[in-house]
């Protein structure tokens, strides 16, 4: 079975070099020392205590890398399981959240067995938006205590009462705490005109801890509320598992597999558009998997891929899965060594980090050009957003899948109404008087067609057919004279596919753009990106068009 092949073994058989181990080596430390403050950071904002992001970091991260299904996927704790870890932390204690991990990755395991890493991928753009976006809120609003210092001894799980709090409690702001704030967030915006190499968030956390011991500032530290940090894993410990402890944490459980799948597999699809690969991602879930039972074994939380370090790990020459193992064994390395210095950090300091990660994760401007797209779409967002924010993730995320389903149905229902498209396409090639076949291509000049409708449940299809194309054309033509409605996920393609063609210098040219489609494109921008000069109604105008731009 080559697709449940981890890619390490695919690397070591296609023949791994020193000079391979170097590009890796150099960018492993680097992504180690990126995820440094992250993983104490994520773990903090969890409700669990800092090391236990290190751990998950170091036991998951190297799982992930050593058995998954990407070449450069970083795995560890991230920022999208902030808000569902917190919330079993408040009520199940880390013994419920190590169990419902552990349940977690037997199913992350079952769903890669059972072939379910394409259908993953088919969960509609906008409610990934929605409750990535409704998370950015939670991790930033939770961060606002301590970036002030308030005092406030039980800070409220809901973020109505979290708002609540902060303006009861605005007469106990520590202004030293504020300065630290700030000033580590202004090093973390800063920093990278200094130097990309070097993450800002790790320079914050230097600069604010040497402040703060220096000048002995009333700042509370990592220390003071969690009490030293060790310099060692832990003995492994498996969690008790009952049937009655499994019923009660099988809803989290499945929230946090259903999590994990979504964001590694998201992850690897990133990573696949930045170096031209293809991920394996049934091996990637029951990697996933593994790493997830691991991880609380060795005390730690739930992990996944990480987009932004996967993106630091490419952009530093990791090329194999052996980068991402090195950079668990680097962090691994500064928990034995300089483990026992973390307890110095002023939580001022990490709140901004964390603050800056939620404002990332955000992506305000995907999130805002939904509003641009359909009504049924900026509802899906709106409702998936808002019950993230104000009611469960598990929710949200239920509630966006079906709505989105329904209105898919419901949409495709009013296209089929239209029955001459359906015996047009039933007939032979040939016969249609505006058939390819009849038309003079010449060589440097690819023309792909898209017969129905372009919505998230075709969207996959689309970009596998895509990549097909063996050698960039001069000219590519995309007939869309079948496709009478177009959503936000098949908008992302699209400008995905321009975004492609502006790379290898290939002019895109649509034909037969309908009503609706074309209204998207201009609204989203995207006509104008792609040069309105460049959609034609009719196929024989896109070709002359086409023609008049090869080289003579």
């Known amino acids: ?195 990309r190499k070097i993450p800002g968030s790790l320079v914050a956390i230097l600069v604010s801890t040497i402040l703060v011991q220096i000048f002995n500032l009333p700042v509370e530290t990592i220390g003071q509320r969690y009490g030293s940090v060790p310099n060692m894993l832990p003995a492994p410990r498996i969690p008790h598992v009952s049937l009655e402890i499994v019923q009660k944490m099988f809803s989290p459980a499945l929230t946090i597999a259903l999590l994990a799948g979504i964001e590694s597999l998201l992850s690897a699809v990133v990573a696949d558009g930045m170096l031209g690969t293809r991920h394996r991602s049934n091996m990637e879930l029951i990697a996933q998997g593994i790493a997830n039972i691991a991880s609380p074994i060795f005390g730690g939380i739930p992990a996944t891929g990480a987009i932004a370090r996967t993106a630091t790990n490419i952009k530093n020459g990791g090329r194999t899965p052996v980068a991402g193992m090195i950079h668990a064994i680097t962090l691994l390395l500064i928990l034995m060594f300089f483990g026992k210095w973390a307890s110095l950090i002023p939580l001022a300091s990490l709140a901004a980090v964390l603050m800056k990660v939620a404002l990332n994760m955000s992506e305000y401007h995907v999130f805002a050009a939904i509003f641009k ?106 007939r869309m004279r079948h496709v009478y409605a177009l959503d936000a996920t098949g908008l992302a393609v699209l400008e995905d596919l321009y975004n492609k063609c502006k790379q290898e210098k290939t002019r895109l040219i649509l034909s037969g753009v309908h009503a609706q489609p074309l209204d998207i494109l201009i609204r989203s921008g995207l006509a104008d990106k792609i040069g309105k000069e460049n959609l034609f109604k009719d196929i024989d105008d896109a070709l002359a068009k086409a023609k008049e731009l090869l080289p003579a």
């Open 1 to 195: 079975m080559p697709k449940l092949t981890p890619k390490f073994f695919t690397v070591m058989r296609e023949g791994y070099t020193l000079k391979m181990f170097w590009q890796d080596l150099s960018a492993g430390v680097l992504v180690g020392i990126v995820a440094l403050p992250l993983a104490i950071a994520f773990a903090i904002a969890s409700g669990v205590k800092p090391e236990q992001g290190l751990y998950t970091a170091i036991v998951a991260g190297f799982l992930i890398s050593f058995l998954g299904g990407s070449r450069v996927q970083i795995g560890g704790p991230t920022g999208a399981f902030v808000v569902i870890v917190a919330g079993i932390m408040q009520q199940y204690g880390y013994d419920g959240l190590a169990v419902a991990t552990f349940i977690a990755g037997f199913l992350l395991i079952l769903m890669g067995l059972l072939r379910l890493g394409s259908v993953i991928r088919f969960i509609p753009h906008p409610v990934t938006v929605g409750f990535t976006a409704g998370i950015a809120v939670i991790i930033f609003t939770s961060q606002i205590k301590d970036f002030l210092g308030l005092a406030i001894p039980n800070l409220p799980a809901e973020f109505v009462g979290k708002i609540e709090a902060y303006l009861h409690s605005i007469g106990t702001i520590n202004p030293w705490a504020v300065i630290i704030g700030g000033v580590s967030f202004l090093i973390i915006i800063l920093w990278p005109k200094v130097s």
């Open 373 to 478: 797209t359909t009504k049924s779409d900026i509802a899906v967002l709106m409702t998936t957003f808002l019950l993230t924010v104000f009611i469960d993730l598990t929710v949200a995320i239920e509630v966006g899948i079906v709505l989105a389903a329904l209105l898919f149905m419901y949409r495709m229902s009013n296209v089929t109404q239209v029955s001459h498209l359906t015996e047009e396409m039933e007939e032979e090639e040939t016969a249609d008087p505006k058939s390819i076949r009849t038309r003079d291509i010449p060589k440097g000049i690819e023309v792909f067609e898209i017969q129905g409708s372009l919505f998230f449940g075709a969207a996959e299809t689309f970009k596998s057919r895509i990549r097909n194309i063996q050698k960039p054309p001069k000219v590519l033509i995309l």
